[in-house]
T-cell receptor, first 115, second 114 residues
Framework: DAKTTQPPSMDCAEGRAANLPCNHS???????VYWYRQIHSQGPQYIIH???NNETNEMASLIITEDRKSSTLILPHATLRDTAVYYC????????????????FGQGTTLQVKP | EAGVAQSPRYKIIEKRQSVAFWCNPI?????LYWYQQILGQGPKLLIQ????????DSQLPKDRFSAERLKGVDSTLKIQPAKLEDSAVYLC????????????FGSGTRLTVV
């Protein structure tokens, strides 16, 4: 079973920041938080991941709370092309471990960016 | 780099028939995954390969599903016989190794069983 809880849907105005929350209260110390998104009729696409510190790349920013029990994905300037299902995933295992590193998907958040 | 290739893109079969899906991962990616995504749900892992060996097939319905990756490169997933509830998108993903951070997914094969 997925170890994360996300709201089923959210709306965002085009050009505004989209803040997608995720709860992962049972996360372990060596588990990473991953975010993927899935645009209609495509496979999931990797966005960003983090362990403890906040992370930023060309697509998004990831803010992880100090207790690591929740996180927020931020799309700084949402466009219509960001309309998709966003999955927050806790990844079993870590670099160098013997775990399989599989990604277990939940239901995700459907983000609708509106003009 | 070329992405994960899957074929066919769509397939319609009658129940109790057999079907096979093909996946060619990104060159050099040792780890390959097959996921099943039923409409309205997140993808569910069916099987994970490391090179040509099975790492995890705990969620694979082995009475009807089988998968192989004989030379550690491309892979096939087979369903025999198909049931109505097998209607789904079958996604293939690959990563450099099982400790690598990101997976790359293919566009999937949409199976409809009638």
């Amino acid at each position: 079973d997925a170890k994360t809880t996300q709201p089923p849907s959210m709306d965002c105005a085009e050009g505004r920041a989209a803040n997608l929350p995720c709860n992962h209260s049972t996360i372990s110390g060596n588990e990473y938080v991953y975010w993927y998104r899935q645009i209609h009729s495509q496979g999931p696409q990797y966005i960003i991941h983090g362990l403890k510190n906040n992370e930023t790349n060309e697509m998004a920013s990831l803010i992880i709370t100090e207790d690591r029990k929740s996180s927020t994905l931020i799309l700084p300037h949402a466009t219509l092309r960001d309309t998709a299902v966003y999955y927050c995933i806790v990844r079993v295992g870590s670099v160098g471990s013997s775990n399989t590193g599989k990604l277990i998907f939940g239901q995700g958040t459907t983000l609708q960016v509106k003009p | 780099e070329a992405g994960v290739a899957q074929s066919p893109r769509y397939k319609i079969i009658e129940k109790r028939q057999s079907v096979a899906f093909w996946c060619n991962p990104i060159s050099g990616h040792a780890t390959l995954y097959w996921y099943q995504q039923i409409l309205g749900q997140g993808p569910k892992l069916l099987i994970q390969f490391q090179n040509n060996g099975v790492v995890d097939d705990s969620q694979l319905p082995k009475d009807r599903f089988s998968a192989e990756r004989l030379k550690g490169v491309d892979s096939t997933l087979k369903i025999q016989p198909a049931k109505l509830e097998d209607s789904a998108v079958y996604l293939c993903a690959s990563s450099i190794d099982r400790d690598n951070y990101g997976y790359t997914f293919g566009s999937g094969t949409r199976l409809t069983v009638v």
